[in-house]
Structures are given as structure tokens and as C-alpha cells.
């Protein structure tokens, strides 16, 4: 299903003259009007006032009132209705016909264009995300490319389709100020990328990968009021020269920048140091972590550069595999960065990283506002969620904790030979945690009811799955009362609220998707400065 929203005109006009609204809100010709002695009907009346009266109905309701004659149809996709454009794809031949509509009739004038390109229903055998991260880990190792089934060349080849399509649409929108494009289907790319055998197949000489990067720096080089580039997981989309088609001007302009793309082979990155030094305007920026160098830390801790407010940063096991942590930030980047930005935030997601990667990272001066940890093959230790407690009492937020690893033994204990739990420690240390999500760990009873007393109301999201809650022998010993019951009892008076273990875990998005979480998340965080 295609589905698009479009928020009001930041200027609104004044109230609509008598019986205007009961036309609209009767969505069909209104009865006989007398004008000047002469009887009319809706479909009579001028295009402004049309257009005055789609302006105060939301976009669901413009659509059925556009049914009411061709007149009314026209005035539907009138410019001033449709500023913003959000669109939600599904890679399907389906969607095609109705994005190619849409995008004639607002790709040219829309000003700020959202799209989503979501794989669902993956055609991987049934295993789904998990089972296709670790069939491509089985090929990697083997030295092989995980095989595709002929859907998900099909939907490859879809995929190309639609992204060419948008792009098409908006490569001559001078009034274009925001741009982002989100490309579901990081599965096919969860071991560094899909090969050119793969595209080789639905893309014989490449002229459709090129036609797309063709098109993307026809975009930016044609921008004169671009403020926000954002492009996040879109399969080779962004090259290393893609930026340079921006003129100095909208560089010097742009206040939010994002480049996330672990498809980006060997040591190539999608910006550099000196490319970055043009973008002296940036407010906020998303990059992959092993792109992210001292070097680009000593540029934007420079005074000619704005403040940073948002620094989003990827932390994938692809990534430092094929490129080393050696060019990261050190403690005193960090310290000379948050000098110059003393606001900044920090949100980092990292997708299966080695706790010992996680502890040479984790710097002291990083003001470290939002951490995801997702897993297919690796554990976060306890030492990790200690030192995270430690470190940035002061800052953390959002703490999300999530574990796919297949283990017979269950879950990992983070308070495995520890005095104290890590998670407990986490709670008491860091006063400003506001949301805690924890997936494939093991939870005991007693250090969740802990951690709904030490922070009580003010952690508003406390999401743990049932699976992962455990009950100490003593607690499953006592007849007389029910540890489930006794445990949601004592957690909901110790929030304030009521509440309840996630019983499904597929009914959690940062679970089953999350690089959509992430981009998600990345967007709402650098918009909110």
C-alpha cells in the first residue's frame, strides 16, 4: 500500500467564507448557489477558493472531496496544499503506477520529500532477518556470496525501479530544502553488500546503478535551497563524489547532513575531512563510526564552524572489518569538540560489535546521549554496560539492549560474577534515563523492580520481553505468592504506571527492524535541537 502524508502550509489562511466549509465538508457539489441572480454549483466556484477550502481539511479527507468533479480534482494538487511529502513504499511492481502519479504531479514543486522503501514479507526460507544475517555470516566465512532466491532478485529489480522513478521526479526542484531517502533492505547487506554478481543479474552493465548516481548528483547540483540530505541504507545511491555536485553556497548553507551506507566497499568513504570543511552551516550530522575520524573532529571543533547540536554515529561489525579504528576520535578530540559544541548529543547504534571494539570506543568526553545495541552474533558485556553507566551518568537518555544469538544455554547474565547488577547500576547512576528497552538478556525479577523503584516516573518507556525475566528459585518456592503477578505489581508501583512484560517480541520495531528504528530515531534526535 502506498501511503503519504503531507502536513499543512506553515501559513495558514483565514477562515473560509459562510457555506464554503459545509461544501467541503459535504465532500460533493454543494446545493444550487444563487450568485448574481444565476444558479451554480461547487464545481463553479474559482480555483482559489477550492484550494482555500482543501487547505483546511487533511490530506485523507482532500482526497474524497477531490472526487467531487474533475474541477475540484485539479485544484487538488495545487502546490501550496502539498509542502511536504512522506511517502512509505513497499519494493512492489505494484506500487509503481501510483508513485509514478504522485511524484508528476508534486516531484517538481514539493518542498520537503520523505521516502521509505520498506522489504517486507523478506523471501529469505522463513528465518527472516536473523536467518538471512546468519546465512550471509555462513558465506562470508566460506569466502562465498550468500545465494538469493529468485524473489529477492525480483524485488532487487524492483527496488531500482522505484528509486529511479523518484528521483526522476525531483531532478529539476529548485525549491526542494529537505530530502531523505530510506532504503529497507539492509538484510541483503548485513555482511558488507551485495556483490556485483547480485546487481550483475537484475542490472547486466550497470546502467541503472549509474543512471540512479547520475540522477542523485543532478539533484544536489541543482538545489538551490537544500538545508537537509539525509540517505540512510539506499543500495549505492551515494558515491564519494556525489557530494561535490552541491555548490559551495548550499554546502555552506546546510544545516543537516547523513550519509549511512555499510554497503561502501574496503576504505572508501562517502565524505572527507576536507569535503566536510565546506559544510561550515552543519548542525547536525550522521555518519558511519569507521568515517567519523579525528580528523573530522578537529574541523568541527573549529571555530569557523557553527556548534554541533546532533552527531548520530553507526557502529557496524561490517565496517570495522573491512576498516580500522586507528583514525577514530581520541579522548582529547572529543574534549576539544564539545569545547566548541558545548550542546552537543551524541546517539551511537551499534549492530554487532565486539565488546572489546565497544571499549576502545566508548570515550570518556563523548557526550553520550543515546545508545542501541543489537546483536545476531555478539554479546554486549557487563563491563560494557558499566563503563556506559559510569561514564555518561550525566548525559544517557536511551539505553536499548537487544540479542538475536541463537544459544541453547539462554540468555547471557550481565550480573554473571558481578556484586551488582550492570543494568540496576545503570538506573541508579544515569538520572536522566527516560527509556530502557532489553531483548535476550536475562532479567532477573528482583533488579527490574529494583530499576522501576530507583527511577520511577521519570522513565517513561521500560520495555522488557517476557522471555527474558527470570525468578530466583526462592521467588518460584513461595506458595503463597504469584512472582508474574507479584512481579507487575511491584513494577507498575514502582513506575507509577501500569505495567506489563512485551509478550510478542515481533510487535517491538526495534527488534524486527532495526536499521528503520535507527534512522527513525537518528531523524526525530537531529530534528530536535
Not at 47 to 59: C, D, K, N, R, Y
Not at 74 to 95: G, K
Not at 361 to 386: M, N, Q, W
Request: glycine share 6%.
Amino acid at each position: 500500500m502506498l501511503l503519504f502524508l503531507s502536513q499543512e502550509p506553515e501559513a495558514r489562511p483565514g477562515p473560509p467564507p459562510p457555506g464554503a466549509a459545509a461544501a467541503a465538508a459535504g465532500l460533493g457539489p454543494a446545493p444550487g448557489m444563487s450568485v448574481c441572480g444565476e444558479a451554480v454549483g461547487a464545481g463553479s466556484l474559482p480555483s482559489e477558493l477550492v484550494v482555500h477550502i482543501f487547505s483546511f481539511l487533511a490530506g485523507p479527507d482532500r482526497l474524497r472531496a477531490s472526487a467531487a468533479c474533475s474541477h475540484w480534482r485539479e485544484c487538488l494538487f495545487y502546490p501550496a496544499l502539498w509542502p511536504r511529502l512522506r511517502l512509505s513504499l513497499r519494493v512492489s511492481p505494484a506500487e509503481r503506477p501510483r508513485l509514478e502519479f504522485l511524484m508528476r504531479k508534486c516531484g517538481w514543486f514539493v518542498r520537503e520529500l520523505r521516502v521509505q522503501f520498506a522489504a517486507d514479507n523478506y523471501p529469505s526460507g522463513g528465518g527472516g532477518a536473523a536467518a538471512a544475517a546468519g546465512e550471509g555470516a555462513a558465506a562470508a566465512g566460506d569466502g562465498e556470496a550468500p545465494p538469493l532466491c529468485p524473489r529477492w532478485l525480483d524485488l532487487l529489480r524492483t527496488y531500482l525501479e522505484l528509486v529511479l522513478c523518484v528521483l526522476s521526479s525531483v531532478r529539476n526542484n529548485r525549491n526542494l530544502q529537505k530530502l531523505s531517502l530510506f532504503g529497507d533492505i539492509s538484510i541483503l547487506q548485513q555482511h558488507g553488500s551485495i556483490s556485483n554478481t547480485y546487481l550483475g543479474k537484475v542490472d547486466p552493465d550497470g546502467k541503472k546503478i549509474k543512471q540512479i548516481q547520475q540522477l542523485f548528483e543532478e539533484i544536489l547540483g541543482n538545489s538551490r535551497q537544500l538545508k537537509w540530505l539525509s540517505c540512510g541504507f539506499m543500495l549505492q545511491i551515494v558515491t564519494p563524489t556525489s557530494l561535490s555536485s552541491l555548490s559551495n553556497p548550499i554546502a555552506n548553507s546546510m544545516e543537516h547532513l547523513s550519509l549511512l551506507d555499510n554497503h561502501i566497499p574496503g576504505n572508501t568513504t562517502l565524505i572527507t575531512a576536507v569535503e566536510l570543511e565546506r559544510f561550515v552551516n552543519l548542525r547536525s550530522l550522521a555518519l558511519d563510526f569507521c568515517d567519523f575520524t579525528a580528523e573530522m573532529a578537529r574541523v568541527l571543533a573549529d571555530s569557523n564552524h557553527v556548534p554541533l547540536h546532533r552527531l548520530s554515529l553507526l557502529v557496524h561489525s561490517v565496517s570495522i572489518m573491512h576498516k580500522s579504528l586507528d583514525s577514530m576520535p581520541e579522548d582529547e578530540n572529543w574534549k576539544s569538540l564539545t569545547r566548541n559544541s558545548t550542546n552537543l548529543r551524541v546517539y551511537i547504534m551499534a549492530f554487532d560489535v565486539k565488546s572489546d571494539d565497544m571499549l576502545r570506543i566508548l570515550k570518556p568526553s563523548i557526550p553520550l546521549e543515546r545508545i542501541h545495541f543489537d546483536s545476531y552474533i555478539t554479546c554486549v558485556s557487563g563491563a560494557v554496560v558499566d563503563l556506559i553507566s559510569r561514564q555518561y551518568d550525566k548525559f544517557l537518555t536511551h539505553f536499548i539492549l537487544m540479542n538475536d544469538v541463537i544459544d541453547m544455554s539462554g540468555f547471557p547474565d550481565l550480573s554473571d560474577n558481578r556484586n551488582e547488577d550492570p543494568l540496576v547500576l545503570l538506573a541508579w547512576r544515569c538520572t536522566r534515563l527516560s527509556l530502557l528497552a532489553v531483548h535476550g538478556y536475562t532479567v532477573w525479577a528482583h533488579n527490574l523492580i529494583a530499576i522501576a523503584r530507583l527511577r520511577g516516573s521519570d522513565l517513561k518507556v521500560l520495555e522488557v520481553t517476557e522471555e527474558s525475566i527470570d525468578f530466583d528459585q526462592g521467588e518460584l518456592a513461595d506458595q503463597d505468592v504469584d512472582p508474574v503477578h507479584n512481579l507487575i505489581e511491584q513494577v507498575s508501583l514502582g513506575l507509577g504506571r501500569p505495567w506489563h512484560a512485551v509478550m510478542d517480541i515481533e510487535l517491538l520495531s526495534v527488534f524486527t527492524e532495526p536499521t528503520r528504528h535507527f534512522y527513525g530515531e537518528m531523524q526525530s534526535f537531529s530534528e530536535g535541537i
